[in-house]
């Protein structure tokens, strides 16, 4: 094994009154692709920034092969200072030579000149990278590269990255991004780290295979996992598997849809019922919208028709400047078309979470965001402890007296998803809601959206959240065409690709076409069984859950009988696990009864 370029030894960081992490060995190889994955708050920009040498440890050695440049493109690029996003772009410690900065500038479609206090997150961005590339790095450091990025600028830093001859370590929420480029994978988990020497298509089996030893390891040595990590094997690969299920969900959703989409390249979708009128919530008929006049008018929307239903989940991609936001804003009534009409619902209620996190106050505190500053936060109509609703969005709950400020960006995204959730509504309004997201949260926005009672517009750049969400992707060119497809981002790719004749099985081919196995005659009795009374059995532990916190919603309880306060926070525990660990195992029976179907 080759020597790494860049190491560090035993090292260690102190973050408030204790350690953040400690005793990490970490090598970078000359060209490992690595993702770096981990928790909000894990301390994974920190470890970068570490890896980097721009901060200190508190303890560790780090070394570096002489002449090893290290560039970190970092999530919030600081711009203040520099006039435009030019100046910002040569202004590295080694600047880069203009014309390399040009070069990328030229191909990711960014005018430097642009004012930096007014460019736009996606502008930002690109200058950012286009600093970073141009300085020729050995080791690349990347923290969120694809946030604010559109879907073709993220295609073609995959591009770039593929053909990049050093070294990176990558951190991303985007799940597509990751899997198409690592090789190993690095997981800051609990303090500790661990490296695998698999991309992180292969994350998912590994971290079971890790869970499943630590239990087992525990189990042997009598010893009872501590409160945390229980809840987060029981929780998290639980909450993976209800989403593994959901998908099969989805399909059957986005057939439902499909039968109702008109001839390929028309955007009309019809009910095909006769009870369309009660299930339309906004129903757009010839809407087009320009902006500007003269020879500089440009259509963004052209001739779209669209009824979206109740329970669509719809997704809208296209490159930035394409009309995604325009698109938005005229399916909720927040602008007019110019020609056409868009009728909205007299019952929508929408809540909306945009881009600018505008509720997050950096003096505020978790508490004042959830709950006005109170003990209990009123969610759909059911009260529930402030600290008991933060565990549900994988927060620990003595977070409750922390100020904004004091979170990540992924803590504060998290913090605000679980505020807006918790009020009443029938319309959800997500605006790029994965940026800054780790892969937990990623997985419980899924499953959160997956159980919304009402409908979800969506505009997103992550391929492989719009895969696992909608039921509906619009996809928009620029032209002012909206393509209407029934299902997620890889449907509308396969519908705008050319098609391709038809390819002859080769004599090899057929000969590894094997016959598949026989299929088993039916399932077990017991298996049967238990698929046969889980759901009733799942029916009751949620009517045990909603009757322990109706208990809870008792302002006094705490005061007067801490005891019975603390009773019912466990029984709560105890019957959300069991409710978990009854819903993995109906998933499961429920899969290998379709397989023998």
Not at 343 to 361: E, F, G, P
Request: with cysteine; glycine share 8%.
């Amino acid at each position: 094994m080759a020597a790494p370029v860049l190491s560090y030894e035993n090292l260690g960081v102190i973050q408030g009154s204790g350690w953040l992490f400690r005793h990490l060995d970490i090598h970078v190889g000359a060209r490992d692709r690595l993702a770096l994955i981990g928790r909000n708050g894990a301390g994974k920009t920190t470890l970068l920034k570490l890896i980097a040498g721009t901060i200190d440890s508190d303890e560790g050695r780090r070394t570096i092969q002489p002449g090893t440049r290290v560039i970190v493109l970092e999530q919030e690029p600081a711009m203040a200072g520099f006039a435009t996003l030019r100046d910002y772009a040569l202004s590295a410690p080694d600047a880069p030579a203009p014309h390399e900065v040009e070069a990328i500038a030229d191909q990711l479609g960014i005018d430097l000149d642009r004012p930096a206090d007014t460019a736009s997150g996606g502008e930002r961005r690109r200058a950012a990278i286009c600093r970073a590339l141009a300085q020729d790095p050995d080791v690349l450091l990347l923290d969120e590269p694809t946030n604010h990025l559109d879907l073709g600028a993220i295609e073609w830093l995959e591009d770039w990255l593929s053909r990049f001859t050093g070294a990176f370590v990558v951190i991303s929420h985007d799940r597509a991004f990751l899997t198409r480029l690592t090789k190993q994978t690095l997981w800051l988990d609990r303090g500790g780290i661990k490296r695998a020497e698999i991309g992180y298509g292969g994350f998912d089996a590994w971290t079971e295979q890790v869970y499943a030893e630590e239990e087992r390891n525990a189990q042997k040595l009598d010893a009872k996992l501590r409160l945390e990590e229980h809840w987060l094997l029981r929780g998290v690969t639980a909450r993976r598997k209800r989403n593994q299920g959901r998908l099969s969900k989805l399909i059957e959703m986005r057939a439902e849809r499909k039968a109702m989409v008109g001839p390929q390249g028309t955007a009309a979708l019809s009910t095909g019922t006769d009870d369309a009128r009660s299930k339309t919530v906004i129903d757009a008929k010839h809407v087009t919208k320009r902006f500007g006049a003269g020879e500089s008018c440009r259509t963004i929307i052209n001739d779209l028709t669209l009824r979206v239903q109740r329970k669509d989940r719809i997704g809208i991609v296209g490159s930035n400047g394409a009309g995604k936001s325009t698109l938005l804003k005229l399916l909720t009534g927040e602008i007019a078309p110019d020609e056409g009409s868009v009728t909205l619902a007299k019952t929508l209620n929408a809540v909306i979470i945009d881009q600018q996190r505008k509720l997050m106050a950096p003096e505020k505190r978790v508490r004042d965001v959830l709950a006005d500053g109170g003990d209990w936060i009123d969610v759909l109509g059911v009260k529930k402890h402030v600290q008991g609703y933060l565990k549900e969005f994988l927060f620990d709950p003595s977070i409750a007296e922390a100020r904004i400020g004091t979170l990540s960006g992924g803590e504060r995204s998290r913090l605000l998803l679980a505020r807006e959730f918790a009020r009443p509504s029938n319309l959800l309004v997500l605006d790029e809601p994965t940026n800054d997201l780790d892969m937990e949260t990623l997985d419980l926005l899924e499953e959160v959206i997956s159980d919304y009672d009402g409908t979800v517009l969506l505009v997103s750049h992550d391929r492989d959240f719009l895969d696992r969400t909608v039921t509906i992707t619009l996809g928009l060119d620029g032209s002012g065409k909206v393509d209407v497809v029934a299902g997620g981002y890889e449907d509308w790719v396969r519908q705008r690709a050319p098609k391709a004749a038809p390819k002859k099985a080769t004599k090899a081919e057929t000969a590894i076409a094997a016959p598949p196995p026989p299929k088993k005659a039916k399932l077990s009795y017991k298996d049967q069984r238990d698929l046969d009374l889980l759901p009733k059995e799942i029916e009751t532990l949620e009517a045990a859950i909603a009757r322990d916190e109706a208990a809870l919603a008792d302002p006094e309880l705490f005061v007067k009988n801490p005891a019975r306060f603390d009773q019912l926070m466990k029984a709560i525990e105890a019957a959300r696990d069991r409710k978990d660990a009854a819903e993995m195992r109906w998933l499961e029976l429920a899969e290998l009864a379709d397989g023998l179907s």
